[in-house]
């Protein structure tokens, strides 16, 4: 007893705790990994949720049990503060921050459930602009029938979706989806009976509700129903050029062509015209198989200049996750599932590599000197960020720290598990060879104090240690922030910590009460410059 009393005193002397032991006179708590890490607060947690999701779950908990978790979290947030739930919902949603909108969805639909009166109607009031297609507003439905039921309040805001929506955006939005989550359009009106804001309105509405129509060779006398009547037509083209003129006339999508067609290049050589360049991206390789994408067509290049123009890639909310998971896929030249195979075409592929960066707008350099260091142990190689086969947490750190390796001049890369390498990557190193480098270092237990601990051996000199994690570190005979703090007093430099979440968990290395140390969230694309805020003051 004593013994054992006289370690814990010469320990708090120290700063020396051991992972497996809490830190005295912290709040510290068990990590899944039997180790001590930091609660994150509610709305870190949050963040961590909106953003990464829990979809195949993680190394130490079920889809089902992290989904539970997170969900019980965001009730939490909803009774502290529900309204500013409902900013944080739509403040991410809508800069399209997440790679996924589906959890966005989901709680909304908690505060349109479960909140306090207003927060109920700043929710409904928001949907609109968190549920901006037809496939939200059918997860919407689907949420909110399980957590709450049909109320008047529900039925008006769906209501309003449709009143509020231009009819040819509606037009649109029913001909690429009419059902999804066992909603349909159909459904949907009867619950809610919107007016009818305009004569096209009205007509959507009756063709949703009681069958599309039958159609005669005149287009429609009202102009922004013209796409439904091409997309009927398509239905009985006969031929590939029928196809082509009403794609170029009517603006079809790919999702109005009959499937027989969907094999002809001049078919997708019109398609591409329009095509969003979400679509555009998930097609690809279908495009490449096809022969419409050579290494010298006029569509590769329209393809290049598409991913170019970063302009674009923002408003169209393209997230860096869906362009990484087209060029990994991509460049490999064979499906993920299936045994379809294409020649990628090397522009496309560097095309791709750019866009990434794009993707998370411009960020700042801070001329700091930073340490990016990479979790690669055991429990970051499992399961899948955002549902992309193969894109566990431990290569989809690798990508994110790339975006700060490509914006600053000093920067050392680290990747450690329960020992340590550095990492020598360079921005002109393509992605996909990136992740799988990092893929090839063995994996191990978990010791997030290395990075410090290393640099103090060393004598490097750093601003900021980033440290890309699940924070479940428990391996180390010292604690993350005692190794920081050790370092800071040895080098006389004021490091900071930026602790980089890569799964929604509760867990945190980062000492809450430091004003040194931070929690962002892996793939949040606001969290490079939000890391440059950081690291210079700003924030
Ligand atoms: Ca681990």
């Known amino acids: 007893m004593t013994n054992t009393l006289t370690q814990i005193a010469s320990r708090l002397k120290q700063g020396v705790t051991p992972q497996a032991l809490p830190i005295p006179g912290t709040n510290q708590i068990e990590n899944s990994a039997g180790g001590y890490s930091f609660p994150v607060n509610d709305w870190t947690r949050l963040h961590r949720f909106l953003i990464l999701g829990t979809e195949g779950g993680s190394y130490y908990a079920t889809e089902q049990k992290l989904s539970a978790d997170n969900a019980n979290g965001v009730m939490n947030c909803i009774q502290n503060d529900g309204p500013r739930v409902v900013r944080e919902i739509v403040a991410i949603s809508k800069a399209g921050r997440a790679p996924k909108n589906d959890q966005a969805l989901f709680a909304l639909a908690l505060c349109a459930s479960l909140g306090d009166n207003e927060t109920r109607k700043l929710a409904l009031d928001a949907l609109p602009e968190v549920a901006r297609t037809g496939t939200h507003l059918f997860h919407f439905a689907a949420f909110c029938e399980g957590a709450r039921g049909w109320g008047r309040g529900l039925r008006r805001a769906v209501g309003r979706w449709y009143e509020t929506m231009d009819a040819d955006k509606l037009a649109y939005q029913a001909l690429k989806y009419q059902a999804r989550d066992g909603w349909s359009h159909r459904d949907l009106l009867r619950l809610a009976h919107p007016k009818p804001q305009s004569e096209a309105h009205g007509i959507l509405y009756h063709w949703m509700t009681q069958g599309w129509p039958s159609v005669g060779d005149q287009p429609h006398d009202v102009e922004s129903l013209r796409q439904i009547w091409a997309f009927e037509r398509a239905k009985r083209a006969e031929n590939e050029s029928e196809i082509v003129s009403l794609i170029r006339e009517y603006k079809l999508p790919r999702e109005g062509i009959p499937t027989q067609f969907l094999t002809s290049p001049k078919v997708w050589e019109a398609l591409l015209e329009d095509m969003p360049i979400a679509a555009m991206v998930r097609n690809l390789a279908t495009m490449t198989k096809i022969g419409l994408l050579t290494r010298t067509s006029d569509s590769t290049k329209r393809v290049v200049s598409m991913l170019s123009d970063g302009n674009r890639i923002r408003r169209a909310r393209l ?59 055991g429990s970051m190689g499992a399961y899948q960020i955002a549902g992309v086969a193969g894109l566990t947490p431990r290569v989809a750190s690798a990508a994110m720290a790339m975006v700060t390796n490509a914006v600053e001049d000093d920067v050392q890369m680290l990747a450690f598990s329960h020992e340590l390498r550095t990492l020598n990557l360079s921005r002109k190193q393509r992605l996909d060879d990136v992740l799988k480098a990092v893929d090839n270092i063995p994996m191990g237990a978990t010791d997030c104090a290395l990075p410090m601990l290393w640099a103090a051996k060393t004598k490097a000199q750093v601003d900021v240690f980033v440290i890309y994690t699940d924070n479940e570190t428990w391996y180390g005979q010292v604690h993350p922030v005692e190794a920081l703090r050790r370092y800071r007093e040895e080098s006389g430099l004021a490091a900071k910590l930026i602790v980089v979440g890569m799964v929604a968990n509760k867990f945190s290395i980062a000492d809450p009460n430091d004003a040194g140390m931070l929690d962002v969230v892996g793939f949040d694309t606001a969290a490079p410059q939000l890391m440059s805020d950081f690291s210079l003051n700003n924030m």
């Open 319 to 377: 997230h860096p996750i869906a362009i990484l998971s087209a060029l990994t896929t991509y460049s490999s030249g064979k499906g993920v599932r299936g045994n379809a195979t294409w020649n990628p075409v090397p522009s496309v592929i560097d095309a791709l590599d750019s866009a990434f960066y794009t993707a998370f707008g411009s960020i700042e350099p801070t001329g700091k000197r930073w340490n990016l260091a990479l979790d690669v142990s």
